[in-house]
């Protein structure tokens, strides 16, 4: 074993299937060692190995899925075992151990269970069975110099609860993971959001399953108001963006706080990384079609990251290219304002990992995340090309019948552009080829039926009141007046 040592690493029961694969890029991008001896990934507490503690240290400085990291003592699924595997390691390992007993260090116990509730009685009694340990410092609960944990964990189905526990662990804290990070970049508090601005927790799971290193050149094609760009540069890397919406990318479009009319003069992308104190690491944003590429050949990029749109919240769009221009309808000092046509999701994805494989790194990676109908789903669907790996798909449930899936791909080979993309498209297996379609028409009823019997539903309760006498009042124009207060 030499220098191998073991942790329990306490993960929030958030984003489940995304924990793994943030831990597996983690230690690929420090070059740890680190062997997982939890088989059931979905249980808050795992038992891991790193070769020495340093390692593991690294790994809960980038870490957002995890809570805490504790040493681990003893580790047995009961109780006799338990309190004989603590008092073993005590003894065996008394010499290094020594020093977090003595009289001058402060401590404080924790008494942590998931899925069972504890009283404080029964917390109390817990920490009096284990009086065995040579603990002679003074207590101190706010700022202990050392932090003992007690857990016991009994299973996952809160319908279901075993008679006893199914892991007895015990350790010391030893580090804390980054979820201070999803308060810290929340965006209840940025200056600059929109309608599909990614929350800080998922924005920094990309990040890290991209991973961001000190000075790399990261890069999103559909920036939006930024976000992702916000938890790259929070990671050290240096951002770049671009957006075909020019309202967007100079922060001129509506707000969409409910309480704010207009936009403050402020407002930008650049004002996000600066609130964060990141304003070193922006680059730049540019307004450009993605269809049609404005990089140099020669670019590359460490890492792209980006959230394309769906159809749905923003419109998936591009420039329109037509054959031919009629004669005598423009003059060159007439401002040209492109007209759009709809870039579909197919398309988007072929181009989006064309584009990946020409300007990433040997070795960056690509996340990016796909929408789907739950219904749909199968890994064939899922695009592909020869020049990137795909080396992890997690789900995250949405709205109705609909889900998403965010993919990340490394560049295994350099890209040579005599060969052509492989199975770029996106192969959706309904008669329906766009996801914006099928979300809206997909129910059992369509938006027009829809509104359409909720205007037959308000007429009849209209003939109903002025039946009985009542004289009805117009929600909907009050509501509608709201509004439209909102932007005088």
């Not at 306490?10 to 831990?23: G, I, T």
């Not at 870490?63 to 390691?89: C, D, G, T, V």
């Not at 040997?362 to 020869?386: A, N, T």
């Amino acid at each position: 074993m030499g220098n191998w040592r073991k942790f329990i690493l306490w993960f929030a029961q958030e984003h489940v299937d995304f924990r793994v694969q943030e831990f597996e890029s983690l230690i690929k991008m420090f070059g740890l060692q680190a062997r997982r001896l939890t088989e059931q990934t979905r249980k808050p507490f795992w038992v891991v190995e790193f070769r020495d503690t340093d390692s593991a240290l690294l790994y809960a400085s980038r870490s957002i899925s995890l809570r805490a990291m504790i040493e681990l003592y003893a580790h047995s699924h009961k109780l006799p075992e338990f309190h004989q595997r603590l008092r073993n390691h005590v003894t065996t390992n008394w010499n290094s151990l020594a020093e977090y007993f003595r009289v001058e260090a402060s401590f404080k116990i924790v008494v942590e269970t998931y899925n069972k509730h504890f009283s404080q009685r029964e917390k109390v009694e817990k920490i009096e069975s284990m009086d065995y340990l040579p603990i002679e410092g003074a207590v101190n609960l706010k700022k202990p110099e050392v932090e003992w944990w007690y857990i016991e964990f009994w299973g996952l189905d809160p319908t279901a609860v075993p008679p006893e526990p199914e892991d007895i662990l015990f350790g010391r804290l030893v580090a804390h993971g980054q979820r201070h990070l999803i308060k810290e970049l929340s965006l209840k508090h940025r200056k600059f959001i929109g309608n599909t601005s990614m929350d800080a927790q998922l924005s920094l799971l990309m990040a890290n399953q991209a991973m961001v290193r000190e000075g790399d050149l990261v890069f999103d094609p559909f920036v939006g108001t930024g976000s992702l760009l916000v938890s790259a540069a929070k990671w050290g890397g240096y951002v770049l963006g671009a957006d075909i919406d020019y309202m967007m990318v100079h922060a001129r479009c509506r707000p969409s706080r409910i309480t704010q009319k207009v936009r403050e003069k402020d407002e930008s992308i650049r004002a996000n990384l600066k609130q964060y104190g990141c304003a070193d690491r922006y680059m730049d944003v540019v307004v450009a079609d993605f269809s049609n590429p404005v990089w140099h050949p020669r670019i590359s990029f460490d890492c792209i990251i980006t959230d394309p749109p769906y159809g749905i919240r923003e419109a998936t769009e591009k420039v329109e290219k037509k054959a031919s221009v009629k004669a005598n309808t423009r003059s060159e000092s007439m401002v040209h304002y492109p007209s759009t046509s709809h870039y579909s999701l197919q398309s988007l994805y072929g181009d989006l990992l064309e584009f990946s494989a020409k300007h990433l790194r040997l070795g960056g990676r690509l996340v990016c995340w796909i929408p789907f109908h739950s219904e749909d789903y199968d890994p064939k669907m899922l695009p592909q090309h020869k020049h990137l790996n795909l080396v992890a798909n997690s789900e995250q449930q949405l709205t109705g019948n609909t889900a998403r899936r965010l993919l990340t791909y490394e560049k295994c080979f350099e890209y040579s552009p005599t060969e052509p993309l492989l199975g770029g498209i996106t192969q959706v297996p309904t008669p329906s080829q766009d996801f914006r379609d099928r979300y809206f028409n997909n129910a059992l009823e369509s938006r027009k039926e829809r509104r359409m019997r909720k205007a037959e539903l308000r007429e009849q309760a209209r003939v109903e009141m002025n039946a009985r006498g009542k004289i009805p009042t117009d929600g909907r124009s009050k509501k509608c007046d709201l509004n439209k207060a909102r932007f005088v």
